[in-house]
């Protein structure tokens, strides 16, 4: 007998795939557990897609963001709880993670499994089919006699113990129909070694770590390529290039097999700088097409008073090498930083025009800061960070909406900044020439005053999504 485990991907906005889920899934014996994923955006009626698997399953488990996907999240959560209140419930994920006890003050919530999930899932699954309880299994939050309990994380393990993804668990074409391209998305690694102050991955993973081994990778990208026939492969990893050698290996991989897509991966502007010409060269013979760095800053105060470890000089480096390469980047900032200065603010909008600039490859979208719950920078602002679930569920990270830190000139700046900057450089065509002409003359001149093009265009035409 196989035991059915459901699990839900919560509503977004991005069509990326489950791979957390998918991770979690891969891992639990195929011959003994009937993995089903739901996902909320390839659904009419997700609740009722969830309500009608529930019935004979073992529990239930989701993958929960901060932000907007909570609201999806806990509605789906306590319309099963109704429907079924034996059903064992559980949490995974950046905010459960983040906050297991705020979690599990949910009456509907039943466990909460933080960081690298695989193993922790895989034996919560196991005790509840064998009806026993969670003590000893590390990285899990449950209440037991009336209090929550949480056992240690045994941090990060090696990602070649465990089973590729196995994608024939979600219907792989939906995606590339929802995405518009025959993109497959894969994430090799797990943590990133860095500090950033604005960042919760040093609190989730403790600065750790680890990676698929490239010949491993290889064999399951080739894999994955022969069945599914994608054209672009897009890793998540918070940092691909972590080591260069790893990088070559893996473009060398991808060369000696002949495959023929491209692909687009993370990378620091700092790691950029350290990168051997012959393997960013060997990267893009093997199909590298665009690398996203996150900038933050052009500031260097602000950079230092981040923990971002990258300077400007570093930035305008690795742009200088992906123009000479003729490799796209999206290079993303951030603004409204808390105790960030009007003059600091000018200084980013001064390197994202540069960096514009360059090449017509570039694109430089501006997010306003939000804090992340568990890193440094948030608990300046804790008085602005909601306190519950539910108050989490209408905090929107995507958004363009800024702290109540941000002052109404600033946000206003920036917003008329972001539009004149999409408009001023880049390709051109018939209609957008006298545009472009407008825009240009107005970043050179930083005069956003009465954005009347702003309110024409924005009326008939939507802002372009990244990819």
Request: hydrophobic share 40%; charged share 25%; with cysteine.
């Amino acid at each position: 007998m196989r035991h059915k485990v459901v699990l839900y991907n919560p509503q977004a906005v991005f069509y990326t795939m489950p791979l957390g889920l998918l991770a979690v899934g891969s891992c639990l014996d195929p011959e003994r557990y009937d993995v089903r994923i739901i996902d909320a955006r390839l659904e009419d009626d997700p609740e009722a897609a969830v309500l009608a698997e529930i019935d004979d399953a073992v529990c239930l488990g989701m993958s929960v963001l901060t932000g907007r996907p909570i609201a999806d999240a806990l509605g789906i959560l306590r319309a099963a709880k109704a429907r079924r209140p034996d059903l064992p419930t559980v949490w995974g994920g950046w905010h459960p993670s983040l906050f297991p006890t705020q979690c599990l003050d949910e009456p509907c919530l039943d466990y909460t499994v933080k960081g690298q999930g695989e193993t922790s899932f895989r034996e919560l699954v196991e005790r509840l089919v064998d009806g026993q309880a969670a003590d000893g299994i590390s990285g899990v939050g449950f209440r037991q006699n009336g209090h929550v309990v949480f056992t240690d994380s045994a941090g990060l393990e090696d990602m070649d113990t465990f089973p590729p993804p196995d994608f024939g668990l979600i219907p792989v074409a939906k995606y590339f129909s929802l995405k518009g391209r025959r993109q497959l998305d894969y994430i090799t690694s797990t943590g990133c070694l860095f500090r950033c102050a604005f960042c919760a991955d040093p609190f989730v993973y403790n600065r750790g770590w680890s990676a698929v081994s490239p010949c491993r990778l290889a064999d399951d990208i080739e894999s994955l390529w022969q069945q599914y026939n994608f054209t672009d492969l897009n890793f998540q990893d918070e940092t691909f290039f972590t080591y260069a050698h790893r990088v070559a290996e893996i473009s060398e991989e991808f060369l000696r097999r002949d495959m023929q897509f491209t692909w687009a991966a993370t990378m620091r502007a700092d790691q950029g700088v350290r990168l051997p010409e012959e393997i960013f060269d060997l990267c893009i013979r093997s199909g590298l097409r665009r690398v996203l760095i996150g900038v933050e800053s052009g500031s260097p105060a602000v950079l230092e008073r981040i923990m971002k470890d990258t300077t400007v000089d570093q930035v305008i480096a690795a742009a200088e090498m992906c123009a000479r390469h003729g490799v796209a980047v999206i290079f993303s900032f951030i603004v409204g930083f808390p105790g960030e200065g009007n003059d600091e603010v000018q200084e980013t909008l001064d390197l994202v025009k540069r960096l514009r600039a360059m090449s017509s490859r570039f694109e430089t979208p501006i997010f306003y800061y939000k804090p992340y719950p568990g890193s440094r920078l948030a608990q300046e602002v804790t008085a602005d960070i909601p306190r519950t679930l539910d108050g989490w569920a209408d905090f929107d990270y995507v958004a363009g909406a800024a702290g109540p830190w941000v002052s109404p000139q600033i946000y206003k700046l920036v917003e008329r900044f972001k539009f004149y900057n999409r408009f001023a450089w880049g390709p051109q065509t018939a209609w957008r020439v006298p545009l472009q002409m407008i825009a240009r003359w107005r970043c050179q001149r930083d005069w956003y005053r009465m954005p009347l093009e702003k309110l024409v265009v924005e009326c008939v035409k939507p802002s372009p999504r990244l990819s």
